[in-house]
């Protein structure tokens, strides 16, 4: 395996793994679920199961480069979430910065390209700040392209989208005629990426909590009862080896 990986060397990577090489999902996206209760199994605040999830990430991350998966989307923040204590919101919104600050330089030296879907509004200034050094400083990386969903909701995504294109129609720069899934597609955070293959949930519930609700079409979904900062490159390999025996007929036959 290429020594461009220092995040490679921990104790998984000593393990004997079957990297899939064909019928890989080129578009992978996560709901990464059961941080809290990972931490109130262990006697812990929520919060340091937030902190164990940032090792799962890396983890994950460094299977999807290795796998030569093309995009990674992960759920970081949903619009939801500013419904949590104070503390726990400023903790998770801080965590972007903090995994950059340690993992910039292997990210780039893998070639992965760092993008953020969703409103950026309102984020924290140090939070957009440190996601923004990091899109910027990997813009031409044709790697793995991480995707952190921060502040999205798939609801008010559709929205915005919809009163941009309004906006184009009244403005002569759109004709209605033209309205098509490609056209609004456009509109979305996820302009022109392809939309997930496979969403993979873990944490036990079973509901897609207002994520890429358009893309997710034709998604092929993956659950797992296992909580986010369990989740390993083993399992991840697992749900991989579960879409390559999945059929595909997009409503065809
Ligand atoms: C959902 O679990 C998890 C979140 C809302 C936060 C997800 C954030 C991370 C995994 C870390 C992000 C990493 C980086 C690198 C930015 P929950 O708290 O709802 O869990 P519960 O259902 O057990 O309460």
């Known amino acids: 395996m290429s020594m461009k990986i220092p995040f490679l060397k921990n104790k998984q990577s000593k393990e004997l793994f079957h990297y899939p090489e064909d019928n890989i999902p080129e578009h992978i996206s996560i709901i990464m679920d059961g941080n809290g209760r990972w931490a109130h199994k262990r006697g812990m605040p929520r919060v340091a199961g937030h902190k164990e999830g940032v090792s799962a990430v890396v983890k994950i991350v460094k299977a999807a480069v290795k796998c030569k998966v093309k995009v990674l989307t992960l759920y970081t923040f949903s619009t939801e979430n500013w419904k949590r204590p104070k503390p726990e919101i400023d903790f998770i919104l801080r965590l972007p910065k903090e995994f950059l600050h340690i993992y910039l ?62 906006a184009d129609v009244n403005d002569a720069k759109l004709s209605l005629a033209d309205v098509d899934e490609k056209r609004f597609s456009e509109y979305l955070y996820t302009a022109g990426m392809t939309d997930p293959d496979l969403l993979i949930r873990t944490g036990g519930e079973k509901r897609l909590s207002n994520f890429l609700l358009w893309q997710l079409a034709y998604t092929e979904f993956w659950f797992t009862d296992v909580l986010w900062p369990d989740f390993s490159e083993k399992e991840f390999l697992r749900a991989l080896e579960e879409y390559r025996k999945r059929k595909r007929r997009y409503g065809g036959i």
């Open 105 to 166: 330089p292997d990210l780039i030296a893998n070639n992965v390209r760092i993008e953020v879907i969703g409103d950026r509004a309102n984020l924290p200034a140090h939070t957009w700040e440190a996601l923004q050094y990091a899109i910027e400083r990997t813009r031409h990386n044709d790697g793995l392209q991480l995707n952190f969903a921060l502040n999205y909701g798939s609801r008010s995504e559709m929205l915005s989208a919809m009163k941009e294109m309004f």
